[in-house]
């Protein structure tokens, strides 16, 4: 093999070596410690999403089209947060709807397009939000201080979408009774053999301190 191809998929291997651990890394570690990683090292950003892209492209049904119908029932001018957007489908796709992208990390090319924050403290007024998207983003270990702030930035009587891997969950039923003890109650539940989906409704004062999710570890090759 001439030593360029090599070269490639030397490359291509360490890449994906790194973002198994970096996936392993978000879904072990607190908000603050991935944030900080990211800052840090801000290329890790597109070598994760390139990662989770091959990822993606395995799995028969797409998160982003459970997210895609949750945003076009928003007709006037809502404001909607995708929170932990990684590489901003949603704002890019619907640029019609009202849509602020945040996380801790992104690339040149969508940088107007994202807010760098901690989903565990982000950078807006309390109740400003109309709903929020969470998909797949519900990452780091302190889950509490995620709910916590997805209460705070939304709006009374405002919807937030979460859309979760589902194995990690035993019972679709018992995680949506845990984020309701954070002020929140369920109208819709979904869920298929890869994914499931909550839709809830802030109802009211709430602070809940337990973990709702399991890791979601990819197999080391
Ligand atoms: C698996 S990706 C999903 C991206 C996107 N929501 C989607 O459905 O394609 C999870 C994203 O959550 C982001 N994330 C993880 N922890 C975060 C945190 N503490 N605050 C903000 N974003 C975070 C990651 O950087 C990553 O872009």
Known sequence: ?????????????????????????????????SAQKFKESPELFKIYHDGYKQQLDQWPIKPFDIASKFVQQFKNNEKIGDIGCGTAQLAQKFKQCNIESFDIGCTDDIKELVRIANMTNLPVADEYFDALVYSLSIMPTDQYKVLNEAHRILKMNGTMLIIEVISRVKNVDEFA???????????????????????????????????LLDPCIYKRR
């Open 177 to 211: 009774k845990k984020v309701e003890k954070y002020g929140f109650k369920c109208t819709i539940k979904e869920e298929n053999k890869f994914f499931f989906s909550c839709e809830f409704q802030k109802i009211e004062k709430g602070e809940g301190t337990g973990g």
């Open 1 to 33: 093999m001439p030593p360029v191809k090599n070269h490639a998929k030397t490359k291509q291997n360490m890449n994906s070596s790194i973002f198994r651990l970096l996936n392993e890394e978000l879904y072990t570690k607190s908000s603050g410690f």
